[in-house]
Antibody, heavy 121, light 107 residues
Framework: EVQLVESGGGLVQPGGSLKLSCAAS????????MHWVRQASGKGLEWVGR??????????AYAASVKGRFTISRDDSKNTAYLQMNSLKTEDTAVYYC????????????WGQGTLVTVSS | QSVLTQPPSASGTPGQRVTISCSGSSSNIGSNYVYWYQQLPGTAPKLLIY???QRPSGVPDRFSGSKSGTSASLAISGLRSEDEADYYCAAWDVGVVFGGGTKLTVL
């Protein structure tokens, strides 16, 4: 059974940092591109960024709204992806989902349950 | 302000057919595939339609997708109460862009 489990969310002050983890199981993690998508309360989905596989040089890309503040990384030995968030703003408050990009469909076929990040003083 | 434009709401009665539109531009829908996601209340999104009109295994054939130019649409026929959810279109652009979501109410 495929599972993606996010952790690391919580309350942080503006300007602070937080690191989210996404533990994967049930599929070949090392061969998969992993993405992060967030959703503010009552709002729509927003793509945050992605990291490709080792075969694709672990290439990363980010949404303009987080570029320069967020960093995505991965540890294939631990089947885990990470989202390092620095210089957090109140508008970063959201549920953060990690999701796998399917090679077969080109869409996000597996999603975690999400972890809530609240940026507030 | 989402890059892709969807109506905020849609509704229908059980058994009806409803459609949800999604409008983009040449840099996203116009040159890439469209994807649709269903998000039931309190849950993570689920892939509903991929590559414009393909259904993942397990998705009922009541759901169908289409694309023309820079617009796409999701159709749901034989509407059921369990279809009440938020629906999002998505496409590749500079990264992935989503629509603002359409809340479907089954009356």
């Amino acid at each position: 059974e495929v599972q993606l489990v996010e952790s690391g969310g919580g309350l942080v002050q503006p300007g602070g940092s937080l690191k989210l983890s996404c533990a994967a199981s049930g599929f070949t993690f090392s061969g998969s591109a992993m993405h992060w998508v967030r959703q503010a309360s009552g709002k729509g989905l927003e793509w945050v960024g992605r990291i490709r596989s080792k075969a694709n040089s672990y290439a990363t890309a980010y949404a303009a709204s987080v570029k320069g503040r967020f960093t995505i990384s991965r540890d294939d030995s631990k089947n885990t992806a990470y989202l390092q968030m620095n210089s957090l703003k109140t508008e970063d408050t959201a549920v953060y989902y990690c999701t796998r990009l399917s090679v077969d469909t080109g869409g996000f076929d597996y999603w975690g349950q999400g972890t809530l990040v609240t940026v507030s003083s | 302000q989402s890059v892709l434009t969807q109506p905020p709401s849609a509704s229908g009665t059980p058994g009806q057919r409803v459609t949800i539109s999604c409008s983009g531009s040449s840099s996203n829908i116009g040159s890439n595939y469209v994807y649709w996601y269903q998000q039931l209340p309190g849950t993570a999104p689920k892939l509903l339609i991929y590559r414009n009109n393909q259904r993942p295994s397990g998705v009922p054939d009541r759901f169908s997708g289409s694309k023309s130019g820079t617009s796409a649409s999701l159709a749901i026929s034989g509407l059921r109460s369990e279809d009440e959810a938020d629906y999002y279109c998505a496409a590749w652009d500079v990264g992935v862009v989503f629509g603002g979501g359409t809340k479907l109410t089954v009356l």
